[in-house]
């Protein structure tokens, strides 16, 4: 045997051991990709079974699809409550556009209780990181008398640069 298999072949086996042992499942990335083709195939019952099993385990990609699949309705049935839950995950890992879509719910009121505080909480989050959407719903909120109380102010947010808006 080469030098170099015995190693590769000692690894593999030690992985596989530990990872019967210890209750390892595929990796989240590959539940995604699991998904994507059946999502392609069109099989939506099996896609979304390995999007779920996918976001579950902390695939930001899988939140995101998931979310956006339910809140439009177009390839799963339309379920706001299921689209907040999963852009709730998303936001909670930082996701900038997770937070701003997640504020949208609150604001509108769809699929959570409407709550302009946590919209504005939210839209805050998604404006610091300098999504350029999460800027414009603060300032139509304050416009509109919904929010932005002190220390809650647009000028203390960070502008994104408009190199970082080019593709």
Not at 2 to 24: F, M, Q
Not at 92 to 102: F, P, R
Not at 123 to 145: D, K, Y
Request: aromatic content about 8%; hydrophobic content about 35%; overall charge neutral.
């Amino acid at each position: 045997m080469c030098r170099w298999k015995r190693p590769v072949l000692l690894a593999v086996i030690a992985t596989c051991l530990l990872s019967t042992r210890i209750g390892w499942s595929e990796p989240p990335d590959d539940d995604y990709q699991q998904a994507l083709a059946y999502e392609q195939t069109p099989d939506m019952p099996r896609a979304e079974f390995w999007y779920r099993k996918a976001a579950d385990a902390g695939s930001l990609d899988a939140q995101l699809r998931l979310a956006k699949l339910y809140r439009e309705g177009l390839k799963l049935s339309q379920n706001d409550e299921r689209a907040a839950h999963y852009y709730r995950m998303a936001a909670e890992q930082g996701n900038a556009v997770a937070e701003y879509k997640l504020g949208t719910m609150y604001y509108g009121g769809h699929g959570v209780e409407q709550d302009n505080q946590q919209a504005v909480t939210w839209f805050g989050l998604a404006a610091r990181q300098g999504l350029p959407q999460a800027v414009q719903a603060l300032t139509i909120m304050r416009h509109n008398g919904h929010c932005c109380t002190p220390p809650t102010r647009l000028s203390s947010l960070p502008m994104p640069s408009t190199a970082a808006l080019t593709p």
